[in-house]
């Protein structure tokens, strides 16, 4: 079942984003074919489970896409700029994913704006410090994905617990207001309520982007080349 509010899809929004991008960035006339077909069916799937309605998918759809518009031209105007500009602009950038939770502070938002956060500034930091070559022989790369799959893995399942107790917290306070406690300590108490899953996700991507890339740097040293 769905714990959020309806409108928009989550998961329509989602999709539309991901591919959306990957196609931007990839630049295959496969994935421009194979990127809208994938979102038409993630998004009749939620109609046809009963999760949404029409208007819902239609919603997450545009607003999907007016997220693809803003980082069409931001990259743009990132490429424009002088490369030493570049890391401290798009650093601040990077904030923007929080603006949209506090925006939005919803179970699923939390999850996506989470990774979002983490990823961008791990990317960055990533690329401007380690510069781990992407590109390295086959029992290298599954080595790389044992590692990388087992960090996620193991942050996912060992940071439930140690945040499960503020959560509880949040939910006596809900539990103490009543059923209908002022809207502003309500909203308040459902903004932070969502902030342990935030961290969450933003921790594992920042692992993936930033802290597995750090370890293989360590552990297979610098391409050959260079």
Request: charged share 10%.
């Amino acid at each position: 079942t769905a714990r959020d509010m309806s409108f928009p899809s989550a998961h329509t929004l989602h999709s539309t984003v991901f591919w959306g991008y990957l196609a931007m960035v990839v630049r295959r006339r496969w994935l421009y074919i194979l990127a809208p077909i994938l979102v038409v069916l993630i998004g009749f799937s939620r109609l046809y489970l009963g999760l949404h309605w029409p208007t819902d998918v239609l919603g997450g759809l545009v607003l999907g896409l007016v997220v693809l518009g803003f980082a069409y031209v931001t990259l743009r105007l990132l490429a424009s700029m002088p490369i030493r500009a570049r890391f401290p602009v798009t650093l601040v950038l990077a904030v923007v994913p929080l603006f949209f939770f506090a925006l939005f502070p919803t179970h699923s938002g939390a999850q996506s704006m989470g990774v979002l956060f983490g990823a961008t500034v791990g990317h960055l930091v990533e690329r401007q410090y380690i510069r781990f070559p992407v590109r390295r022989p086959w029992w290298q790369q599954t080595l790389k994905l044992i590692i990388g799959m087992s960090g996620a893995l193991l942050l996912m399942l060992g940071l439930s617990p140690i945040l499960a107790p503020w959560q509880g917290s949040l939910d006596a306070i809900r539990v103490t207001a009543g059923a209908n406690p002022p809207i502003l300590g309500r909203g308040l108490a459902d903004w932070a309520g969502e902030v342990p899953t935030l961290l969450r996700y933003a921790l594992v991507a920042l692992w993936c982007t930033l802290g597995a890339p750090a370890i293989f740097r360590v552990l297979l040293g610098r391409d050959p080349a260079e």
